[in-house]
């Protein structure tokens, strides 16, 4: 036997590690298409753009904050200035912090290495570092193009000393190591009462759930009038951030102390800062690196005492299939209960599916907030009032229709690509391809038209829709037809740019079927409720009742829909049986 | 009388690109016969399988299941034919005991039939306890278990399966070994690919080897052994025919 195998040191350790994490991006670099690559470069540059940006607003921002006009508006504007280090350090380490979190869930439980990598001849605490700096490095990275233009732009524009840029650096390299060692003891705390797939999952959704309501909550704030008195109690919020007990406070405060020539103090806080930081990174580094080895978030225990309920519930069955079966061939039936079942239970799909649900609520508050209609005529003519009537019942189907619309992208476009690695249970089954394309169909289509047809209830419900009696029924009818057009237009999209070996759900689909695929269907639908509004405005012109433009819109309307649901799914019926053969 | 041929492979061809996987392969498997398909790792064997079962097409040639030929009335092949593949992909969101009710679903067995056959399977596998759990929490050996218990659903008259043993302990390989035969016994026909020689040397009626795409030889052990140069074990004959240099170089650097 050969006496080769050396145990290496721990740095030596760390740096190869850091060096095969190098060489698998490299790798994925190299490998990647001519589109990758020129999308990376435009990422780079964008990057550099958006540094760029920061700085020049960071700096305009606060060269304005110091202006002599605005400190005798606004007292506090002083004190914001010398908050400002300590709220991007705070922020800097609560987003390091959350972020690491997912990331080492990902890199200590997931990714599936750490059995090799902790049975190699390499210290346990070089495969944490380098496990930590993996998770660290990307985060610091994003958080660094917000943090450091602004930081530095607040360092420009008070014209502090030169040693205040590199302590800049130091500084959020330093609480962004503690930040994720923390973060790791956390995994390990999560991990031991769920299991670690699990935790992925409810992360996802909290995190596509926030994001979508951030995005969002920007519309319920526009319009709203800020006044003076908003304005000086924010102020007041972030200046209470920077309290004397706080170490992220003592970073901000060494850092201007440090900027502003005051040594002392500078030098002090600077050095408590970065002392609590190491010590807050050995201590959680050495707590996580034994709890991992000893195997402590292995043993999960409040998870089983819910499985016993949880099975029990499955075990009746997928209730659906049952219900389904009766009216539908089984296998259409069982494909279809199936898709839902899988849906429902992974939370990583959930929070794809939330998104459509949330854009609806939004919106329509976003309706009901803007104003009744008249009913009576008010006081213009006749004609207008009518027009105008109509044009609501519209925008309530339209808004009806882009919840669907929304739902129907993820479940329609995705229903084949859904099926991942599993797929070969259904090719190597005896469903001929209308089976399965009735079934993927099916199980876009009613979960849209559910979703679609509350919220056709509450337009009508509110008040927001055409207030003629038969209007809730045309709604439901236009809506439940051009969702039918939508649903074969992205299952066309669905099975030419199907893909079944991803890891992640959200791999599933490539970004041009998903735009190809909202941008066509968005065209048919725009055409589609035109010709269902075309009749109804010519026949109301020529006199006609409104019944009579309704069913003569539903005919026209309703026939290029059908067209769309069936057309397409005719044209790719011969290529589903060659599915995952590429 | 003669008992029918339930798998027919003719001059099965697949390329993919300049590459050709697989050469001109033809075998039968007779109701009651396990045939055991060998080869080294690249060999062909898996994309074999994957025409036989209807989930590649073929370049050339024809494949016929139950006297059905898979690409002109793919349901009818399908529908007499269990799979299990080499790597047990399944939802991970469903569990065992639905997975099972799905396959009965697709194979158009009665509802209380299908109910019926998994509680069966699910006991004989020893997997009534974690029936109800969804695949994520699964081993690799009860996936497996699950899937061959998927195949059998249906009670198919021809069983094919990929590496069917790998990751599984001794008792349920030899629970798997134990229904091939039975299933074998009750007239079906099994193409069974695996790298255990002894499990194939034993189990097998049949053998087949596969090398570089093509079929290199076929028979019965006696058959093989006739092939050889007086080589007695199907371990020996296989590295006779598929080239065992390699093993020599591999000792070497290991010394």
């Known amino acids: 036997m050969s006496e080769a195998a050396v145990t290496l040191g721990f740095w030596p350790a760390v740096a190869r590690l850091l060096r095969l994490q190098a060489l698998i991006l490299f790798n994925g670099l190299r490998r990647a298409s001519w589109r990758g690559r020129l999308g990376a470069v435009a990422l780079a540059f964008l990057t550099l753009l958006i540094v760029a940006f920061v700085f020049a607003m960071g700096l305009a921002l606060l060269s304005f904050l110091r202006s002599p006009q605005l400190a005798a508006a606004l007292p506090g504007a002083s004190e914001l200035l010398a908050s400002v280090p300590v709220l991007v350090m705070g922020g800097s380490f609560l987003v390091?912090?959350?972020?690491?979190?997912?990331?080492?869930?990902?890199?200590?439980?997931?990714s599936g290495d750490m059995d090799f990598l902790l049975s190699a001849p390499i210290p346990v605490r070089a495969v944490f570092v380098s496990k930590l700096l993996q998770a660290i490095l990307p985060n610091l990275g994003l958080v660094s193009l917000g943090a450091l233009p602004l930081l530095f732009g607040l360092g420009v524009s008070g014209g502090y000393s030169g040693l205040y840029y590199p302590l800049v650096i130091v500084m959020l390299a330093a609480l962004a190591l503690a930040a994720a060692a923390m973060a790791s003891l956390l995994v390990m705390a999560a991990v031991r009462v769920f299991p670690a797939r699990h935790v992925a999952e409810v992360l996802g959704f909290a995190g596509a759930l926030v994001s979508i309501v951030c995005s969002q909550s920007g519309q319920f704030a526009r319009g709203a009038g800020v006044n003076?008195?908003?304005?000086?109690?924010l102020l007041r919020l972030v200046t209470s951030l920077d309290v004397s007990w706080s170490p992220l406070a003592w970073a901000g405060r060494g850092l201007v102390g440090i900027g502003e020539g005051r040594w002392l103090a500078g030098v002090g806080f600077s050095l408590l800062a970065l002392g609590t930081a190491g010590l807050a990174f050995g201590l959680a580094l050495v707590g996580a690196e034994r709890l991992y080895y000893s195997g402590w978030a292995a043993m999960q225990g409040a998870a089983r005492r819910k499985k016993a309920a949880r099975a029990a519930r499955r075990r009746a069955g997928l209730p659906l299939a049952a219900a389904g079966g009766r009216l539908l061939p089984p296998a259409v039936g069982a494909i279809v209960a199936k898709d839902w079942a899988v849906l429902r239970r992974d939370l990583r799909n959930l929070s794809q599916l939330v998104t459509p649900l949330v854009l609806g609520i939004v919106y329509t508050l976003m309706l009901v907030r803007a104003g009744a209609i008249p009913t009576d005529g008010g006081h213009g003519p006749a004609w207008a009032t009518q027009a105008l009537q109509g044009a609501m019942g519209y925008a309530g189907i339209g808004i009806s229709l882009f919840v669907g619309w929304t739902l129907l992208a993820r479940l329609a476009a995705m229903g084949f690509s859904q099926e991942g690695k599993s797929y070969w249970l259904l090719k190597a089954a005896p469903v001929s391809a209308g089976q399965l394309l009735a079934a993927k169909f099916l199980a876009a289509y009613l979960p849209s038209l559910a979703v679609s047809a509350v919220f056709v209830a509450i337009m009508a419900l509110v008040g927001r829709g055409d207030p003629a009696p038969t209007a809730a029924w045309f709604s439901f009818a236009v809506v439940a037809l051009c969702l039918a057009a939508a649903d074969g237009i992205y299952l066309w999209f669905g099975v030419t740019g199907a893909r079944f070996d991803w890891q992640d759900p959200r791999q599933m689909v490539s970004g041009a079927t998903g735009c190809l695929g909202a941008l066509v269907t968005g065209l048919a639908l725009g055409l589609a409720l035109a010709l269902f509004a075309m009749p109804q405005i010519g026949l109301t012109l020529l006199g006609w009742p409104a019944l009579a433009g309704e069913l003569a819109g539903l005919v026209v309307g309703g026939a290029f829909c059908l067209a769309c649901a069936v057309v397409p799914l005719r044209l790719v019926r011969e290529r589903v049986p060659r599915l995952g053969e590429g | 009388m003669q008992t029918p041929t339930l798998i027919e492979l003719e001059h099965l061809v697949k390329r993919f690109g300049d590459k050709v996987a697989v050469d001109d392969v033809s075998l039968e498997v007779r109701a009651g016969e396990?045939?055991?398909?060998?080869?080294?790792?690249?060999?062909?064997?898996?994309?074999?399988?994957?025409?036989?079962?209807?989930?590649?097409?073929?370049?050339?040639?024809?494949?016929?299941?139950?006297?059905?030929?898979?690409?002109?009335?793919?349901l009818k092949a399908k529908a007499a034919c269990g799979y299990v593949p080499d790597e047990p992909n399944l939802y991970a969101k469903l569990t065992g005991r639905e997975l099972?009710?799905?396959?009965?679903?697709?194979?158009?067995?009665?509802?209380?039939?299908?109910?019926?056959?998994?509680?069966?399977?699910?006991?004989?596998?020893?997997?009534?306890?974690?029936?109800?759990?969804?695949?994520?929490?699964?081993?690799?050996?009860?996936?497996?278990?699950?899937a061959l218990a998927?195949?059998?659903?249906?009670?198919?008259?021809?069983?094919?399966?990929?590496?069917?043993?790998?990751?599984l302990d001794p008792k349920s390989a030899r629970l798997i070994k134990d229904i091939l035969r039975q299933m074998a016994e009750r007239g079906a026909a099994v193409f069974l690919s695996t790298h255990i020689l002894e499990i194939a040397e034993h189990m097998c009626d049949r053998i087949g080897i596969i090398d570089h795409g093509r079929l290199i030889a076929a028979g019965t052990m006696d058959e093989l052994r006739a092939l050889g140069e007086g080589e007695r074990s199907l371990e020996d004959i296989f590295l006779a025919l598929t080239g065992g240099a390699e093993y020599a170089e591999i000792a070497q650097v290991l010394r």
């Open chain 1, 228 to 233: 003076r008195q908003q304005v000086a109690g």
């Open chain 1, 96 to 110: 390091i912090l959350i972020t690491s979190f997912g990331v080492l869930l990902q890199a200590l439980y997931l």
């Open chain 2, 100 to 146: 099972l009710r799905l396959v009965g679903d697709l194979y158009g067995l009665e509802r209380a039939q299908a109910e019926r056959r998994a509680e069966e399977l699910l006991r004989l596998f020893d997997l009534s306890a974690a029936a109800d759990d969804t695949f994520d929490s699964y081993s690799h050996g009860m996936r497996q278990k699950t």
């Open chain 2, 150 to 167: 998927a195949a059998l659903v249906h009670d198919p008259r021809v069983l094919v399966l990929d590496e069917p043993t790998v990751g």
């Open chain 2, 34 to 74: 396990i045939l055991g398909f060998l080869g080294p790792n690249g060999a062909g064997k898996t994309t074999t399988i994957r025409m036989l079962v209807g989930l590649l097409q073929p370049t050339s040639g024809t494949v016929r299941v139950a006297g059905h030929d898979v690409q002109a009335q793919p």
